[in-house]
């Protein structure tokens, strides 16, 4: 089982950077496919970016292509997504997913955990 705690968000303005992070509770959060969602107001949940257990695999939604940067730490199990060039279009609750597959999912029901999500806003 694995428990997860997202933190970091906040209000940043348009073009700004923030980085949110995911505390992994459970010993074995480093076999886990991590992923981050986000879900912003009347929208569906979409996936933004994801992480094999090893760290060799990185996926993006192309929203986010070369502006957004997820990262794990094993040792401390942590999640990192780094943000950067932040649009309005951003505005987001973010969530940390955990999966027990092999390679980056794109779906949400296939992560079997969930931490509660972090507000991030970004401001024109």
């Known amino acids: 089982q694995v428990q997860l705690v997202e933190s970091g968000g906040g209000l940043v303005q348009a073009g700004g950077s923030l980085r949110v992070s995911c505390a992994a509770s459970?010993?074995?959060?480093?076999?886990?496919?991590m992923g981050w969602f986000r879900q912003a107001p009347g929208k569906e949940r979409e996936f933004v970016a994801g992480i094999t257990w090893s760290g060799g695999s990185t996926s993006y939604v192309d929203s986010v292509k070369g502006r957004f940067t997820i990262s794990r730490d094993n040792t401390k199990k942590m999640v990192y997504l780094q943000m950067n060039s932040l649009k309005p279009e951003d505005t987001a609750v973010y969530y940390c997913a955990a999966s027990s597959s092999w390679i980056v999912l794109r779906k949400s029901e296939e992560y079997d955990y969930w931490g509660q999500g972090t507000q991030v806003t970004v401001s024109s």
């Open positions: 459970g010993r074995t959060f480093s076999t886990y496919t």
